[in-house]
């Protein structure tokens, strides 16, 4: 899969990459979007930090698109990210909670 290899960077952090790009999730019948989700479903061989990247990106598009709840409800995703707040690994339980966060207030 494409974003197999996800990496913690300066612009995942950043609220100006964010507001400027997250209309590209849903550019191409949502292929971000869409492979993100696939990457953080339960039983899918991806490592920790894949996984706890894809999670924080996900729980961003919720906070900076105006219809990122609406999507990531739509795409069953919801489910998949409460499953990982009972993650063995803290920094995957972080990013699920804290994305968890995002979905409530937006």
């Not at 612009?11 to 507001?19: D, G, L, P, V």
């Not at 849903?26 to 869409?34: D, T, V, W």
């Not at 990247?53 to 409800?73: C, S």
């Amino acid at each position: 899969m494409l974003f197999r290899s996800l990496e913690w960077t300066p612009m995942h952090k950043s609220s100006n990459f964010w507001e400027k790009n997250v209309h590209r999730f849903l550019e191409k019948e949502q292929q971000i979007l869409k492979l993100l989700v696939a990457l953080i479903k339960p039983g899918e061989r991806t490592s920790t930090k894949v996984l706890s990247v894809a999670l924080h990106d996900l729980g961003e598009f919720v906070r900076y698109h105006p219809a990122g709840k609406a999507n990531i409800v739509k795409m069953g995703a919801k489910l998949y990210i409460m499953q990982h707040l009972t993650s063995a690994d803290p920094d995957v339980s972080k990013e699920a909670l804290s994305c968890v966060q995002k979905l409530m207030v937006n």
